[in-house]
């Protein structure tokens, strides 16, 4: 049986390292906040070319904390993609706030700018909502169309958040998307491109005041230097609590795995990157669409995703050889049944809700051999419905 993403293969492939940074760390002691957090928090900014990276506990939570930074709540509307994984949506609720969903590119299943604009627009004018945030996602490791959201987002002062959970590491013309966000959030479940062994995430900034406000709210509301700037208190600072935070940090020994793994994250990268290359080359002619990425634009392929009009058959299809595949999303978010009351974008979500009936994944991962992804591709070929 061929794994989807076969992460087994990845640990091998270290030859011990994982194990030994772990052992290490069990030994070490400081299993919260240890020195391995620090060390893991420095190299993650270094390689996301961000002046601040925080860990936390999971993808989820590193979107709460800049909702939480900002006191997005009542009354507020944050625009999210229609075409994503809950978590994108489920922290804005969390604050009272509202998710207004909006649909995606055709191409690179992305927030839509335009559509974003026009969702915009539709809740000034009705006015129940004061739109703060858009949180774009790069959805299966590409990463949305930063500089034409920016501008809408400058036009209307908002605030932007990069959900790439899915795509970290992605860039447009050789920039991270922090070039153009407020926020960089992603996970480290341990089948994102860059996973640990458990769960864990991050957040990262280059706003110094912002990057105070997300250490103080994923410790409980504690109090940073922005706080006590020009005052005083009775009693040591340590204890005061200037906001409602929560307690979301990563673990010593999920940090002790990731440094070891972000450093062939690059190499991987470039490995999903010549893999996805090959399956476009092979599956382009048999197939109604091969995830081709914008001039520009560069994917770490979390998933790799066609479009078949039969999907549902080249799904049993391919399950008959032993080729495991995946549907991301068979049920969009707006449809679902703790979603479907909140706000869509003006002209409905045709794009998001074509893509559930077509839209299937094959294995992809940085392991994947070329005599492996042969047998892919000739099944997938093979299939005369
Ligand atoms: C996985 C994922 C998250 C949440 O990450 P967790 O670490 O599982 O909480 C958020 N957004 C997207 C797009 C994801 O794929």
């Avoid at 605030?159 to 991270?176: E, M, N, P, R, W």
């Avoid at 080249?314 to 978010?333: F, N, R, S």
């Avoid at 998001?352 to 094959?362: G, H, Q, W």
């Amino acid at each position: 049986m061929i794994p989807f993403i076969d992460l087994q293969a990845q640990r091998l492939r270290l030859d011990g390292k994982i194990e030994a940074a772990v052992a290490e760390a069990v030994v070490g002691g400081a299993w919260v906040m240890g020195p391995q957090v620090r060390q893991f928090e420095a190299d993650l900014s270094a390689f996301g070319q961000a002046k601040h990276a925080l860990g936390c506990a999971n993808g989820t939570d590193a979107l709460a904390l800049p909702l939480m930074a900002w006191e997005i709540g009542a009354g507020d509307a944050v625009f999210v993609p229609s075409f994503t994984f809950a978590a994108t949506a489920e922290v804005v609720p969390w604050f009272g706030a509202e998710p207004v969903f909006v649909d995606v590119d055709p191409v690179t299943y992305n927030m839509d700018p335009a559509k974003l604009a026009a969702a915009i627009d539709a809740i000034k004018a009705e006015g129940r909502l004061t739109p703060r945030v858009v949180i774009a996602v790069d959805l299966f490791g590409q990463p949305a169309d930063y500089p034409a959201i920016k501008k809408i987002v400058d036009q209307h002062g908002l605030k932007l958040i990069s959900d790439s959970a899915q795509g970290f590491g992605c860039t447009v013309d050789g920039k991270h998307p922090l070039e153009w966000v407020d926020v960089t959030t992603t996970s480290f479940f341990p089948a994102k491109p860059l996973g640990c062994y458990g769960d864990g995430g991050a957040v990262l900034t280059n706003d110094d005041e912002l990057a105070q406000l997300l250490d103080s709210v994923r410790v409980h509301g504690k109090a940073v230097a922005v706080d006590l700037k020009d005052r005083t208190f009775e009693h040591d600072p340590k204890y005061l609590n200037m906001r409602i935070g929560r307690n979301s940090r990563l673990d010593t020994i999920q940090a002790a795995v990731l440094i070891e793994k972000l450093k062939v994250f690059g190499d991987e990268i470039e490995w999903r990157n010549r893999i996805a290359a090959r399956y476009n080359e092979g599956l382009r002619a048999h197939v109604a669409r091969v995830p081709d990425v914008p001039a520009g634009h560069m994917s770490t392929w979390a998933q790799y995703t066609i479009e078949h009009p039969n999907r549902d058959g080249l799904v049993a299809h391919l399950k008959e050889q032993g080729i495991p595949t995946a549907v991301y999303y068979p049920i969009p978010l707006h449809m679902q049944p703790a979603y479907e009351n909140f706000p869509r974008g003006a002209g409905g979500l045709p794009e998001t809700e074509r893509l559930k009936d077509v839209v299937m994944s094959l294995p992809m991962h940085s392991d994947l051999d070329e005599a492996t992804q042969d047998k892919i591709i000739a099944a997938v070929a093979s299939f005369k419905g």
